[in-house]
């Protein structure tokens, strides 16, 4: 895997978990004494003790040679223990599978010691802890945790060379890392014991003030232990527990500990109070508001703490129905959305809904909560801002939440500590399965190649296509190595896989070979044209100095094999433009050594899908462009076998005048990731020229089959930035902002025409077949394939009818958020299919239907199907079905607020309230819904728990960190 073994102490070892694994940049990097500020006790950046340390791109010495060595030995050891029970009648089943787990692991130490003596010897056992915790072997895992903490010695040679104080850490990391394990597996309690005794390990040296904030952030991580796995009573009231006692004084308590704190009982708990004696629901919900005023109302006695929990207690009030008490704490809150009126309030919806509610508020609980890494409560700086939504080590975007073929929730993400390349759960009750081992990763949906580090040095399948009715599918694999502290891809290939044919596809192969062949005629063409000229680099034994001469074409050919043969980078600049190629050559000026080589790399930037079954990857092969530059494309055609066995591949042209990388700007919203729209025949690329741009269009089978120069926009945007069919089209906004128009340009016909013009108009979004367009006074709807007006109806009121027009208003910010393709019946009787849309304007949500098909008479109609207030920024949505209707994200407050938070709405589809969630984190949320049937036994169909039951689950990421679900029906 590339490691680079050195010579490791003890101080060594330190330095990993320091700067990897637990401490934050405080602590690391600050220049006085360290030990006042062991386990963050800077109260600027309070977090829970320890957390995990994310580098932000920043490379240690040797953080990441405990993750190779874990992934080496998971791989190395068998799957399973097996012992014959012949050769020794007398021993117990578990004696001989322990020896025999035994054996395996020492014959594993042997062969790797005999590679990397020194990194065997400090971190074997540490790295074999892990191993038996990914593969879900707690008393082996938990044992060699607690040895490795016991066998820390300060006054040993090693611990030595350590500060005072960083033995006594290190232990107090390994316990916690035990403490992790337990939570992560749902044993809390044997969690909180972990957390407390390291708290008192670690207590052991250090100032007072020290020693209090370990104590407060050891009592976080115990509250934060009952706040996943199932979310039922003794979750509720043993996680309120806990955070009593963390906020127990709130003179001390930091206002990010506070609001984590209200946090777990408003969202994670939702619901659910910790009085032992009610028995209803209705009575449960009233209790577990005013349980949560009453927290509220002790902990706003604290000035400092009204900043954020204002608007937690405003919540509260609203959903009691108290509109007065909830504006009058609205009117402290700094946000500039808070208001839409002087006489509303913005949480006008939940206050209507609790006052005609018959029953009770409609709280939708959490049924069960998973995180796999330590909470992180502080949001102060920006960058532990970012990483309050992480969830592993590395994860999709989008996550890809789904239920596999086995039947667990999984998605784009995989653990290094532990080694779970794969992390499986059980969808009713959110419990970690190891269902693989070694663990295994399922293609992900986004390429992970996107970023590079020792973690992709292990393979990640990414699924470029599937189509389930022919049973095909495609995925892209990529094998990078590490070599000088460089990273590269070794090998590139896409693999078919279906009922007739298994193949891989080396791109790697077949790029650099055609990739030759392209540099060698350009480089050929502008020399012969005199737009090249060549140079060598000479030295002069009179002078003692390099200088340049002519070089023949002849001789670069020679250069530029060598290259190639070698592996070495071969781009055109490198060999015929820039400074004279030394690579491989000894320079006496160069004081004899051999210059560095960079390695031939490819390295993904996207990948989008349209048409009926054509794949385009964008890639970068050359290192002289922005590594996010496309300089190379690869057209896969997914029809048939004989067709994928054929890329067509487009480099950029290079030379005098030309251009040096591929722009997409009409990438069709069926990219992989995001939301599926209207299916393009075509897609289109632009490359810079002056101030025109030219837009090179190609069809489903990759070949050019439009080059037109298209003037930018005021933005200096290239104007056709959607696709429908074989149309690209685009806003054009003329520089002083009065007139506007929408451009289209028909590939299939070769032509070209205007709709009409545009008063101001001010944005334009694509949802399907439809194409909105904001302007100052209204929002114009048009037929994305005929450019012509789209009539709007209501549902709520059949003969209203609007001609083209529709929200005759200036409106601030419009969007599709969300669609689905549907089947509706007629009046006729006849199937029709629908698009679905979830469109928000400002504040209001929109649930749009429209046939797919126009009729005969010309643009089918827009209908308005549901029209819902949420009076605040809509973030994002979810359509799940006709039964269940839709969710929203909603928040209320700055992008910059540092108690940035959501909240969910379920809607039914006529627009009801069916259901409320507080105070999620920021998103995306990655919602996934899905109907489950309900666990099966031996007999008989469990009904007794509502975990185990048949109906609509929804499945989302928290903004806190974990994974959750909901049941919706």
Known sequence: MGINE??????????????????????????????????????????????KYCSNGETFSNHWHLVALVHTIDLMLPVSFKHDSCSSPDISDDVAISRARQTAVIKVKIALKARYPKLVEHLFDTALAYVWWGRGQLPQASQMLYQAAKNIDPLSADMKKMKSFEPYLLKAMY???????????????????????????????????????????????????????????????????????????????????????????????????????????????????????AKLENLLKIPSMSQSLNLHY?????????????????????????????????????????????????????????????????????????????????????????????????????????????????????????????????????????????????????????????HVSANLVTVQQLERNCYFNQSFYVQWKSPEHFHHLNLRKIIRQRLKEHILKQARECYDNGELTLKKLVYDDSKGRDHCEKSSFEEKKKKFDEHYERGWDFSYSHIFQDYPCICGERIK???????????????????????????????????????????TLVFLDMSSFEAFCKPVIHFVEHGKG??????????????????????????????????????????EFGTVVKTSSEARNANNSCILTHGVGSTLFGLVIDKDEEMGRIEALDVKKNTRWNSVDLFQPKEMVVGHNTIFVQTLTALVLLDAPTLLQTDVTFSNAKDEVSDGQWLNKELQA????????????????????????????????YLLDRPCQNSDEGPSHLNVVTEVDVRGIVTEACYISEEVGFVVTVTLNEKADSCYREHLYWYSNHGDLRGFLPFLGKGPHHFYSVHLCGKETDTEMVTDTQTDTQGWYLYFTDGHGAICCTKLL
């Not at 490791?8 to 004494?33: H, L, P, W």
């Not at 408003?266 to 004696?277: K, V």
């Not at 070694?438 to 973690?455: A, L, N, R, T, V």
């Not at 509706?824 to 504040?843: M, P």
């Open 6 to 51: 050195k010579d490791f102490c003890g101080k060594e070892i330190f330095s990993y978990f320091a700067n990897e694994r637990f401490i934050t940049e405080d602590v690391v990097q600050r220049k006085d004494n360290p030990s006042e500020h062991i386990g963050n006790v800077n109260r600027e950046t309070i977090r829970s003790l320890p957390v």
């Open 175 to 293: 316990l916690n890392e035990a403490g992790l394990m337990y939570s992560m597996f749902g044993d809390p309690r044997a969690a909180a014991k972990c957390y407390h005794h390291a708290a008192d390990v670690s207590c052991s040296t250090g100032s007072l003030e020290s020693q209090e904030w370990l104590v407060l952030q050891s009592l976080i991580l115990t509250a934060a232990a009952w706040d996943q796995g199932l979310m039922d009573k003794k979750s509720a009231v043993n996680s309120c527990s806990g955070w009593n006692a963390v906020t127990a004084s709130p003179k001390d308590c930091p206002l990010e500990v506070a609001c984590a704190a209200m946090d777990a009982f408003l969202c994670f708990h939702a619901g659910m109070s910790t009085d032992p004696c009610i028995k209803s629901r209705e009575d449960e919900i009233r209790a577990w508001l005013y349980e949560a005023k």
């Open 314 to 470: 405003a919540f509260v009030l609203a959903m009691l129905g108290l509109e007065s008490e909830s504006l009058h704490v609205l009117r402290r809150f700094p946000a500039r959305q808070i208001w839409d009126s002087t006489r509303s309030s913005v949480l006008q919806p939940l206050i209507d809904v609790s006052r005609t509610q018959t029953t009770c508020f409609p709280v939708l609980s959490m049924l069960w909560r998973r995180q796999c890494s330590y909470p992180i409560v502080s949001k102060k700086n920006s960058f532990y801002y970012i990483c309050v939504n992480v969830l592993a080590d590395r994860q999709g975007e989008p996550l890809n939440l789904h239920i596999n073929d086995e039947g667990y929730l999984t998605g784009d993400l995989y653990l290094n500590l532990p080694s779970m390349r794969g992390l499986h759960l059980d969808p009713y009750n959110g419990s970690v399965c190891i269902v693989h081992t070694p663990s295994i990763s399922e293609p992900w949906q986004q390429s992970p190649c996107k970023h590079y580090g020792i973690e992709e040095l292990l393979p990640m399948p990414c699924c470029i296509y599937s189509d389930t009715k022919r």
């Open 589 to 631: 000026a160069k004081l004899n050594k051999y210059p560095v080589k960079a390695k031939f790399d490819i390295r993904l930037n996207n990948v989008a899908r349209y048409g009926k079954a054509t794949v385009v990857l964008m890639l970068n092969v050359s290192h002289k462009n922005w590594i996010q530059s496309n300089d």
């Open 658 to 699: 030309t251009a040096r990388v591929f722009e997409p700007t009409t990438i069709p919203s069926t990219v992989y990731g995001g939301p599926s729209h209207q299916d393009v025949n075509v897609i289109g690329f632009v490359t810079p020229d002056g101030r025109n741009t030219v837009v090179t269009v190609f069809d």
């Open 814 to 845: 419009i969007n599709v958020l969300a669609s689905k393709k549907i089947t509706r019946l007629d009046l006729s009787g006849k199937e029709v299919e629908l698009y679905r849309i979830i469109f928000t304007a400002d504040t209001k949500v």
